[in-house]
């Protein structure tokens, strides 16, 4: 299913070269406000072409809004928002489609579907549908900034330098993509959303940031580094009745429940599938292995872009959680 | 929710000093022939007190079957089993109540259930709940082996030692407990389980996975390492019309989707929290930060017990998803 | 929410008096052929202006498809749909809008959410809505077709008379909406549907149902008169090995199961709640109980335009129950 | 699946004739004080056995509490209660296998689980499950209690007569079983309640209702007289702001949502399949028809049994709804 939530629920839908991709909003409270400006500065930060090492391609990312606002605000009827797909170049792919691309979906879309797939430029697979997550997370967070919550995710490693900007030399220098590091912080949750087992915190968070394509990995807190420490140094020591400790290598959940402390966590974003180098991949119609490369629009690195879209699924995941803790009013 | 599942569905209770703890399996298909038997090898794997490393508390651990079973095989009703706690020492927790434990879910049950929970050994957040989804990853995988799909975990480094009984033996030096890592492979997948987005099956997986106590991390295929490559080194070039590719970077998912090749991701498992260390907390009644040592059994490597509830979980997914693509039938 | 199904699932959005009202179909199989010719005998039915008694508001209703379709089949990926609202007069609700028509949702979402709620039309209380659902049951009737089930409704008595002219004749007189009955039957279904408890096909079916607008009862089979018979009378003696009974006054379905006899229920439409009549409200501004009438266009006996829609709902259901049972393939 | 609610979730198991049936309750408010003595009463009025026209088999029916109970109190952790079947006599029933009863799930349940279910008294199809319901319900009336809302639920109506004596009398007089009317009504309840379309109170409901065995029908309001009514009789004028109406057709819902005046309705349950008379059935084993009688011990009108479970279903439905408008807390 492409919905996900509990209380605030995100329904997505849309292909890459369709008409729109766009999402619906079910269980956003009721008088919340909400206008196009606020859209802005997320759906600009997720688009390629302004940063170096991101796809030139553009869309104007408007949010058209079709149901659930009224003079002004959200009524408590789901919220539909479309973002219209302007600059599509289908041709591109077409002559593509012998030959599914490795990394892509191409080869396990067409197998599952029959065949019957949108290919062009990814179809729903694409991370076209990213504005969409985008959309919701704005939303969330505005929800969120009422309550006090802020998640602010950021590039911390590309191609294995800590200097981002060097990382991004070294895929230019080889003509290929590149992965990266992304780490979200979230500040002002409140002790005990989440719960043991199942909704956890990790498992809920995990979920939804394995919904971004090109992630391979997720690690909270201290990560796959604990599993190299001793309990001693793990352990974050509790120093005050407010659950404050003194290191965090939890990263703010204990138990699967939020500890009051900051939530941290790193998660891993391969390099672009789509690089500009040759590639192998079987070959449909011949019925060979066939020798080829991609053109086309691509980023460099889509870790570039990835924050805000983790952002946004973080804000998504807590906003619903705030609200089954009963920590977000039903109207605002 | 305690609650996990689409169509195979798995609910699970009880409290580690409780009477027993249990576990209900909804959507199994009628007609798959069960035992006790059938559960003995995994709950054995699961129990502590026999290898080196893994705390004396032992329970016989047999399955008690409540419902759903009827003439030895499944009936298509809920199966409920529960099992019985035997061997428990509250008295050893009673006396560390005022001092929440730094690493358990103490502080935060705490403050999310208003003193409500059960904090004798941990209560609903124990371990010992882990033998219920044993239980229910028993019956998926024996679903899953009528259809050929076999899932198998094993630890592959403690104390980030690559050599399990050198970082076993770091932990014994050093009187504290140690973290590892534990891999999981599932072969004879079919192309074509999970879906783009919210339903992947690094989400589905995932979200199974920080259910079980401990786990801090999670990567697919080449995971963390993915980020420091470049795209046609992390790409899988396609070898033929069934999906087989030349390398498995992806670790058996594209898009979402199961391509046909081995599925393979590891967890990162803290240090057990429950170390003989001296450690500092805050204390509830004395309102000071306080000195203490945890008495009682306890796993020196909590991640040497993990392999068989990996297995268990991603067994619980796949036996979903295969129900959904319709490769499990309704009745066996 | 505003979702019903498990593996065939439906999400509505819009409201009355906005752009358009849509539909998002997530779990629909690929490989369905899908066009606008498919939904325009439907979308008829549902429409008003044709037949005596209801209303002249007209809207082309036109399905305009936004993901999920491609090459004129059904991709696998959620469908979207939406219908524009070509034909609103704000106007004549705005003057309402200070005294909430009863029979209307007008107070109770006013109340729910706080005031923010698009009140023209009713919004998104609006039957405009039911297009939707109707198109949703376009889409699972194909599916059903495929497997040789057909869902037929009709209207079986207004105002208390089985001469369904007469019915109508008497609201005409009267000057006044009316209420009716609207039966439904469905043939082909396998045995097999549906589970006892909680998701047996009685409550599914119900559970939709009461989505319509304006629905006040159902009942199966013989239904409320069952109430007043003896045992060996209400029974349906089983004839033969394949489930057929002599009778059929359990409705096709035993044990919240579909014993493959035909499926019968019939429900119960309340009297337009806009009536021509003179009424009495509570003013919202004066604070005194007010005298008035509703101006604009409305039905007589909106029981009349229930027939289609309740086809739909009850098609989703079955849709979604025959995918369970894998009676339906994920490709078609 | 056996499951139902949103937030408060239910879980049942269990077979007739079976060691124990059970029920799991997920998201109950920790804090909730909970001893064996709140559900004697209601297990008490669920019993056969002591008025007229029940079946006389009886059992002690007292909870036995599994999880989710620590001092006294509610944990905020899945609460289990088992209820062991003492006093079951299958002998009554392996004679009758080869011919499944009219009116039961016998041949159902067959087909659809290919002969693997439980077939003793009925299996998990039994009526003894709704001993968990009830169950359940006490849980949920002791949360709604503390809200001041509360559920009733009365016998109106046996064998078509308004006098209830008489109406039992008819049955044994004609030694057969007979249905009835039950009414519920629910008092206390805040406006706002529930939502337009597919979680309409009615809709979840009528949902839970047909998960009581023998309910063939549900009303709301004035409900199917409804249908016979004029729009201006029909209509419940408001009479101040705080939402009364004059009258209550409506039976308190409008738009799907409670309007705060009372909650209403009715269900038609028909006569108990096990009637003394003689019946006729397949015989799947003679491959003919077969004349036979049911022995064993039966209600001769199992509406008698029905309004404390009908009043659980509905409070369990409620509380959930109250939960999700944050008018119960999370910590009691």
Redesign the interface.
């Known amino acids: 299913?492409?919905?996900?939530g509990?209380?605030f629920?995100v329904?997505?839908?849309?292909?890459s070269h369709?008409?729109?991709?766009?999402v619906?909003i079910?269980?956003c409270p009721?008088?919340l406000p909400l206008e196009v400006a606020d859209f802005v500065e997320d759906t600009e930060r997720r688009k390629g072409g302004i940063q170096k090492g991101t796809t030139p391609r553009k869309e104007d990312d408007l949010p058209i809004f079709?149901?659930?606002i009224?003079?002004g605000?959200?009524?408590?009827?789901?919220?539909?928002i479309?973002f219209e797909n302007n600059n599509t170049r289908s041709g591109d792919y077409e002559k593509q489609r012998a030959v599914?691309r490795?990394?892509?979906?191409d080869?396990?879309?067409h197998?599952?579907?029959?065949g019957?797939?949108?290919f062009r430029g990814g179809?729903?697979?694409s991370g076209r549908?990213t504005v969409c997550l985008v959309a919701a997370g704005v939303i969330a967070k505005k929800l969120l900034k009422g309550a006090g919550v802020i998640a602010k995710a950021k590039v911390t490693?590309i191609?294995?330098e800590k200097d981002t900007e060097k990382g991004l030399q070294k895929?230019i220098d080889?003509k290929?993509?590149?992965?990266?590091?992304v780490e979200c912080e979230v500040n002002g949750l409140p002790?005990?959303l989440g719960?043991?087992?199942?909704?956890?915190v990790?498992?809920?968070i995990?979920?939804?940031?394995?919904?971004i394509?090109a992630?391979?990995?997720?690690?909270?807190?201290?990560?796959?580094?604990?599993?190299?420490?001793?309990?001693?140094?793990?352990?974050?020591?509790?120093?005050?009745?407010e659950?404050k400790?003194?290191t965090n290598?939890?990263?703010g959940i204990?138990?699967?429940?939020?500890?009051?402390n900051q939530l941290v966590f790193r998660i891993?974003?391969?390099?672009?599938?789509?690089?500009p180098?040759?590639?192998?991949?079987?070959n449909?119609e011949t019925?060979e292995?066939e020798t080829f490369s991609i053109k086309g629009r691509h980023d460099l690195c889509i870790?570039l872009r990835v924050p805000v879209v983790l952002e946004a699924v973080t804000a998504i995941i807590m906003a619903d959680l705030m609200l089954?803790?009963?920590r977000i009013?039903?109207?605002i």
């Open positions: 299913m492409n919905s996900f509990r209380l629920r329904h997505i839908f849309g292909e369709g008409e729109s991709v766009g619906v079910d269980g009721a008088g079709k149901s659930g009224f003079n605000k959200t009524t408590g009827a789901p919220i539909t479309l599914p490795p990394g892509h979906a080869f396990t879309a197998e599952k579907y029959g019957n797939e949108d179809g729903h697979f549908l490693e191609a294995g895929a080889q290929d993509s590149v992965g990266g590091i002790i005990g719960e043991h087992f199942f909704d956890s990790e498992s809920l995990s979920h939804a940031v394995f919904a394509p992630v391979r990995g997720i690690e909270f807190g201290t990560g796959f580094a604990a599993a190299k420490m001793y309990g001693v140094d793990h352990n974050d020591a509790l120093e005050n009745a659950g400790t003194s290598h939890a990263g204990v138990g699967g429940i939020t500890n009051g891993a974003v391969k390099p672009t599938s789509s690089t180098k040759e590639q192998q991949s079987w449909w019925k292995v870790a089954l803790e009963q009013s039903r109207i």
